[in-house]
Nanobody, 126 residues
Framework: QVQLVESGGGLVQAGGSLRLSCAAS????????MGWFRQAPGKAREFVAA????????NYGDSVKGRFTISRDNAKNSGNLQMNSLKAEDTAVYYC???????????????????WGQGTQVTVSS
């Protein structure tokens, strides 16, 4: 089992920045891909970013390309999502997820992820 805890969410003005962190505990042998997803009220879950176990493969959702940066530190069993130039439409609950099977990929599919955090709220005021 892997437990994931997100932090770093909050309220920020449009154009501002936030840095989300995801701390993994439990069976954290580093053999997993890491992803970030978000869900706004009344909307479906949306892929944000993902990074493979090695960090060599990274994918971003179209709506965040050029503004968000995903990273990971396997030695610390953690990952980060740097969010810049935030927009009101980025408002959502952000979830960190771990994928134990597709470790060489940076999967964009939520169904590939085995473990999920509880989420952290990001609110961007316009």
């Amino acid at each position: 089992q892997v437990q994931l805890v997100e932090s770093g969410g909050g309220l920020v003005q449009a154009g501002g920045s936030l840095r989300l962190s995801c701390a993994a505990s439990g069976r954290t042998d580093g053999f997993y891909g890491m992803g970030w997803f978000r869900q706004a009220p009344g909307k479906a879950r949306e892929f944000v970013a993902a990074i493979s176990r090695s960090g060599l493969t990274i994918n971003y959702g179209d709506s965040v390309k050029g503004r968000f940066t995903i990273s990971r530190d396997n030695a610390k069993n953690s990952g980060n999502l740097q969010m810049n130039s935030l927009k009101a439409e980025d408002t959502a609950v952000y979830y960190c997820a771990a994928d134990r099977l597709h470790t060489a990929e940076a999967s964009t599919r939520g169904s590939d992820y085995d473990y999920w955090g509880q989420g952290t709220q990001v609110t961007v005021s316009s």
